[in-house]
């Protein structure tokens, strides 16, 4: 299970400036639904943002922590 404010620190520390929403998606904190918001993005492709992300939280994939990811990325209007 991995805990919300474990995963928005690690995306904060690869992406300073993100906005991050986590949901549970499962109810056993192991499938999560997380939304990135950072202007970082820009000009980079939708699947360079998500290796940006998996990257950022490769521990807690590893582990199992996360058991299923579904990533949405983008950056401010």
């Known amino acids: 299970m991995a805990e919300f404010e474990t995963v928005s620190s690690a995306i ?3 992406l300073p400036d993100a906005k991050i929403t986590i949901a549970d998606l499962s109810g ?3 499938h999560l639904q ?4 950072s ?3 820009a000009g980079l ?3 360079r943002q998500h290796q940006i992300i998996y990257a950022a939280l490769k521990d807690e994939l590893a ?5 299923a990811l579904a ?3 983008s950056t401010p209007n």
């Open 12 to 14: 904060k520390r690869a």
């Open 45 to 47: 492709s939708l699947i």
């Open 39 to 41: 202007k970082a993005f």
């Open 63 to 67: 582990t199992e922590a996360i058991h």
């Open 71 to 73: 990533l949405s990325t």
């Open 28 to 30: 056993g904190g192991d």
């Open 34 to 37: 997380v939304s990135v918001v």
